[in-house]
């Protein structure tokens, strides 16, 4: 006789398999990223920007512990006793490489020690109740922490020198695209989400937003593009700068993207230790957000409000609903767009048809980061959640939105709704942009 499965019970064990397959997941990916190069480069600072990656592989073991060993588990600590060090808002990154932090070895037991536990807890949790637990809520945010600072040891890999240490496939061919930019008509669309049970706080809740008619762009800025920029003086030329950005330009002596190396009569790059002829047909990277605005004021456009960039990726007119990603509600896979660190740079222009948006936009999740012309912010009737320090504390205007995930942003963090902030002086970080412009009446018509 065949026993009979409780669906609710069936739904938690898929569920239990699901967070167990995402934490390997991520766990894979910081172990690659810290095996991949010797204890005397783990421990060394590569730029003031960053940490070392033995910090943020003990930080992720730490933010671990904290919120699935002791809190989901109710578990004695681990190591109680390096709590302070491992807290991002007590050392600016600056000053890590000075504290008294685990040593590499002591760092990959710590974590293993905690996953362990972890595995355990997940085996018992209820992954309902609470709202911390319900539908594996703290397990999910914990998997995007790590993939987050996955991410951000990569872009520590980029600022390393010495031999390259990462290798990985070149991403698909790129495809002609119907158009350069596309029209979204004007009307209202429901921006954020309350129902995705893993949305982190600033992506809560949803509500509805007018937006005006715009045209964007259906494609990154790509290297060429932005090398027309270059040759046509516009580092050189005020008019297309803010007051903030040319002073920026000046103070940071700012002549072309970060990376690229001057040689004789033309420009290549350094990639994660390789010099390179630029593709290109690639999104331009490697960018601040003063950079940005300048070479769209240099076209005649402008950057994207966050706005207009997610009804650009979700806003469905046929059903008149926001989807989850700009394809469907489905899963990404890799036929939708370029990221996870399947490869270690960006695709080129029309590579992933699949994923465009039903506006006809396309390559808005993964490849860069886009930086975007609005500041960060909460939605109306934000409640910070499960603590401030995610979100709350960086509202305000010192920090500028990016949108859409690059190549080396895992999938579990790059739905549409999915929300990533910045100084706009930022460019070790693996931002690009798209333009837009106003829609006149006559184009409306």
Known sequence: MTPIVDAADAGTEALRTHVAELLRRARDRSVALTDAVDDDDLVRQHSKLMSPLVWDLAHIGNQEELWLVRDVGEREPVRSDIDELYDAFQHPRADRPALPLLNPAEARAYVGQVRDKVFDI?????????????????????????????????????LRRGAPVLHAPQPPPGRPLPAPEVLVPAGSFAMGT?????????????????????????????????????????????????????????KADLTAPRFWVRDGDRWLRDRFGVVEPIPPDEPVVHVCFYEAQAYAAWAGKRLPTE?????????????????????????????????????????????????????????????????????????????????????????????????????????????????????PIRRQIFAGFRCARDASPPELG
């Open 194 to 250: 309350s129902i995705d049970p893993w949305a982190l706080d600033n992506e809560r809740p949803s509500h509805e937003v007018h937006v005006d008619a715009f045209f964007i762009d259906t494609a990154p800025v790509t290297n060429t593009a932005y090398a027309e920029f270059m040759a046509a003086g516009g580092y050189d030329d005020e008019r297309w700068w803010s007051t903030e950005g040319w002073a920026y330009r000046v």
């Open 122 to 158: 997940l085996e018992r949790s209820p992954l309902e109740g609470r709202r911390l637990v319900h539908d594996g809520f703290a397990f999910g945010m914990i998997v995007q922490h790590e993939q987050q600072h996955d991410e951000t040891m990569l872009a520590t890999h980029q």
């Open 307 to 423: 706005p207009e960039w997610e009804k650009a990726a979700r806003f469905d007119p046929a059903t008149g609903r926001s989807r989850r990603f700009p394809w469907g509600d489905e899963d990404p896979g890799p036929e939708h767009a370029n990221f996870g660190q399947r490869h270690l740079s960006p695709a080129p222009v029309g590579a992933y048809p699949a994923g465009a948006s039903p506006s006809g936009v396309h390559q808005l999740i993964g490849d860069v980061w886009e930086w975007l012309d609005s500041d960060f912010h909460g939605y109306p009737g934000f409640q910070a959640f499960p603590y401030r320090e995610y979100s709350e504390v960086f509202f305000g205007s010192d920090y500028k939105m990016l949108r859409g995930g690059s190549f080396g942003t895992d999938s579990a963090a790059s739905r549409a709704t999915f929300r990533n902030w910045d100084y």
